[in-house]
């Protein structure tokens, strides 16, 4: 049993810091996966209750705007291209134009949350939200859809939220040097879930919004 | 330092000192005992709840707690069980220590999240204990949560949700570390078919981690939001659908068991072979019998409503899955019971919590499938037949299982010995008690006597008494083991780095194991149950 060796325990803190791509990267898709199962149980209320409901769904999907949700479809389709073209460019060395592009996704999550508040401040104004007496007397079918509604996009608009801030760290990073062109992985991680963010409102648009 | 050393070589325990070096420590050996400190502290706690509650049922009528206590304490007794002790227990205790070492690691994948994961599950283990004593009154609705009761009740209800949520996340990202780490981190030469069999288990139980928790998290988000918002998912004057939330709960809750079970069949399994010194039975079979359960146990959540409304069809469907759980289940017994069949066996503490661990587990799997057959299921259903039924399974298995791996692994972990002789009079105490407490809970539960009531027929007096008696006799054991244990941590002789002659990887390294496991990381050429005796050849 050698004696010497167990003093050499700092090496391990000076490999921390960067975590190995692969294994990171593995960890982002398990996250990813537990977050689609988290919807997942949304999703199958949506389903349970549409075929119970079909008509009043479709009803109350007559509510929803169903331009504001195409343009909030639109734009994080695009903020999902910008967020990749950033990864590429970082890839490549080109700092300045990696951030700006990540400047732009977050931009354009901005938009959407804007979107989003319309729509909201929308229902509000008509007392269409969960527990208001308006709701109470709808049908049923149109209680059940307007709670999703309401909790489904509210857990997505969450993660829009933190989508955008871990982008806001990203800046940072590469601003300081510390996300460069060998070391990306929390750059590609952020992608990512950002692309997860998109992939689940790719969902969410036609279930909500186009089943009149 | 360096004269210090060379007397006494540094381990883990010692190469830093002070609390915050613990508080602060990634590494997952310190990590995993101070979940273990944490989780012996919430299992006494909630041992001594239960011990109460029998207390009170000693006699018919009220003796020592109202009604409304009563179920306070049922309530307190199951969240603090499920979700602070069972469900971590093994795989974040014996998981953190073990599993890095077993693969030849000298971490786990991701350090940091592991100590995030540690204090996620010590806030929500906190948030718990405030949702009994904050303004109202403690939760009480049982573990379960049901609705629409828990979507009503005055109680402190969404604290003790949110207290499951966090507890609930804290166990994805474990689980997600074990995914990975096994994945990416095994010692070169180490396959997955040489990879030891308490890994296997934890890999199992990490994928159901993974994918079932988050669909309790979601629900139990949908059942706050019920409370505050009043979305009406599950409350029929709204249009929701009160059977909904239990399939939601049971579609995590079912795997949950496979998450408290797996990992203690891991442990026996590691205890089999040592003790036997024989290679163990079928390595391959136990290996994906593992998965198998936990594949299988994804479909079965329908058994715990067969009563609750649902087609012939469904309950039809849900009752031959569950007996296919049989299936896997019994291939490992078997295996166990070959492993040592013809092997040179030396029946110290470690093997005899493991062979109890068999007998009671058969029973409780015996009895699982009384409960998964409709007809039986419907006779017995929220009767104290249950409640013994699963006692078996999670006490008996899960609980037995822990005993086995601390006193497996005791002497890796301290570098010392307890003593053999209270370990074994400890292990009887504790088996007579515990036989004793639940096994008339089976003939009163037949007999008609319902679960979660404070107060019984006289005509099951007896029963009752019996099975206080037990409670009391399976505290005394509880203490004699736990005492022998905390007293010789310090105290005991000092263990060689193999005292049972084991073969796979941690018995390698020294006793306690030095900070980064390995000086070296082995290169792995062979299985992990060659033992240097004919049986191998």
Redesign the interface.
């Known amino acids: 049993?050698?004696?010497?060796?167990?003093?050499?325990?700092n090496?391990?803190s000076e490999h921390?810091e960067y975590?190995?791509s692969?294994?990171g990267k593995?960890?982002m898709w398990?996250?990813l996966?537990?977050?689609i199962?988290?919807?997942?149980?949304?999703f199958?209320?949506y389903a349970?209750?549409r075929s119970?409901?079909g008509e009043d769904f479709h009803q109350a999907a007559l509510e929803l705007n169903a331009f504001i949700g195409a343009t909030n479809t639109v734009v994080l389709l695009v903020s999902s291209m910008t967020v990749a073209m950033s990864l590429t460019a970082i890839q490549k060395d080109q700092k300045n134009l990696a951030i700006g592009l990540i400047f732009f996704t977050i931009l354009l999550a901005g938009v959407f949350l804007v979107n989003k508040y319309f729509e909201y401040g929308h229902k509000f104004s008509l007392n269409l939200y969960?527990?208001s007496d308006v709701m109470?007397n709808l049908?049923?079918?149109e209680?059940?859809f307007f709670?999703?509604y309401?909790?489904m996009t509210g857990?997505h608009l969450f993660h829009v939220v933190v989508g955008g801030i871990l982008l806001t760290i990203i800046i940072f990073k590469i601003k300081s040097g510390r996300i460069n062109k060998e070391h990306f992985l929390l750059h590609e991680n952020g992608a990512l879930y950002w692309h997860l963010v998109d992939l689940i409102w790719i969902f969410l648009f036609p279930l909500l919004y186009l089943i009149t | 330092m360096n004269n210090q050393t060379s007397t006494a070589p540094l381990n883990y325990l010692n190469h830093q000192t002070g609390l915050w070096s613990w508080l602060s420590s990634s590494d997952h050996k310190r990590i995993g005992l101070l979940y273990f400190y944490c989780i012996v502290t919430f299992f006494l706690s909630a041992a001594v709840l239960g011990l109460l509650m029998k207390i009170e049922k000693v006699a018919p009528g009220q003796t020592i707690m109202t009604a409304q206590t009563y179920n306070a304490m049922f309530t307190l007794h199951g969240i603090i069980m499920i979700f602070i002790v069972v469900i971590p227990g093994l795989a974040a205790v014996f998981g953190n220590l073990m599993l890095p070492i077993m693969i030849g690691a000298k971490d786990v994948a991701f350090p940091k999240l592991n100590l995030f994961s540690f204090y996620l599950f010590f806030g929500g283990a906190c948030l718990a204990l405030y949702s009994q004593f904050a303004n109202g009154h403690a939760p009480d609705t049982g573990w379960t949560f049901y609705v629409p009761y828990s979507a009503e009740a005055s109680s402190n209800v969404v604290l003790a949700l949110t207290a499951a949520f966090t507890l609930g996340f804290a166990s994805i990202l474990t689980g997600l570390n074990f995914i990975v780490t096994i994945h990416t981190m095994r010692a070169p030469g180490m396959t997955w078919f040489r990879m030891p069999l308490f890994p296997w288990s934890l890999y199992a139980t990490a994928w159901i981690q993974l994918l079932a928790t988050p669909v309790v998290g979601i629900t139990l988000l949908m059942v706050i939001a019920e409370r505050t918002l009043h979305v009406g998912f599950f409350d029929p004057k709204l249009g929701g659908d009160p059977v909904l939330y239990q399939h939601l709960f049971w579609i995590y809750s079912h795997p949950a068991v496979y998450v408290m079970i797996l990992p203690a069949m891991g442990v026996v399994t590691e205890i089999f072979p040592t003790f036997s010194q024989k290679p163990v039975f079928g390595y391959v079979p136990i290996a994906l019998s593992s998965l198998a359960i936990a594949l299988v146990g994804y479909f079965v959540w329908g058994h715990h409503m067969f009563t609750s409304g649902m087609s012939y069809e469904s309950r039809w469907f849900f009752s031959l899955l569950t007996f296919l759980v049989a299936i896997p289940s019994a291939i490992k017994v078997f295996n166990w019971l070959s492993t040592m069949y013809g092997g040179s066996v030396d029946l110290q503490p470690p093997l005899l919590y493991a062979i109890s661990f068999i007998f009671l587990f058969t029973i409780g799997g015996f009895t699982g499938l009384t409960l998964g057959a409709v007809a039986t299921d419907i006779q017995v259903h929220n009767t104290d037949f249950v409640v013994a039924h699963f006692h078996y399974i999670i006490f008996g298995g899960m609980g037995f299982g822990f005993f086995a791996a601390i006193h497996y692994w005791f002497p890796k972990i301290y570098g010392r010995l307890y003593h053999i002789r209270w370990a074994n009079i400890g292990w009887g105490i504790l088996f007579t008690g515990f036989n004793l407490l639940y096994f008339p809970m089976f003939i009163m539960g037949i007999q008609g006597m319902p679960r979660r009531y404070y107060d019984y027929d006289p005509k099951f007096q007896l029963g009752q008494t019996i099975s206080t008696i037990g409670a009391v006799i399976l505290f005394i054991g509880l203490i004699t083991m736990i005492s022998n244990l905390i007293y010789h941590a310090k105290k005991g002789a000092l263990a060689p780095a193999n005292p049972w002659h084991g073969v796979t990887l941690e018995w390698q390294i020294p006793s306690p194991p030095p900070h980064e496991n390995f000086d070296e990381i082995p290169v792995i050429t062979k299985g992990p149950y060659v033992f240097d005796n004919p049986y191998t050849k």
Not at chain 1, 1 to 8: F, K
């Open positions: 049993m050698s004696t010497t060796e167990h003093n050499s325990h090496a391990h921390s975590i190995d692969d294994t593995m960890g398990l996250f996966f537990t977050e199962f988290l919807f997942g149980g949304l199958i209320v349970v209750m119970k409901y969960p527990g109470r049908p049923h079918g209680i059940m709670g999703l309401f909790l857990l």
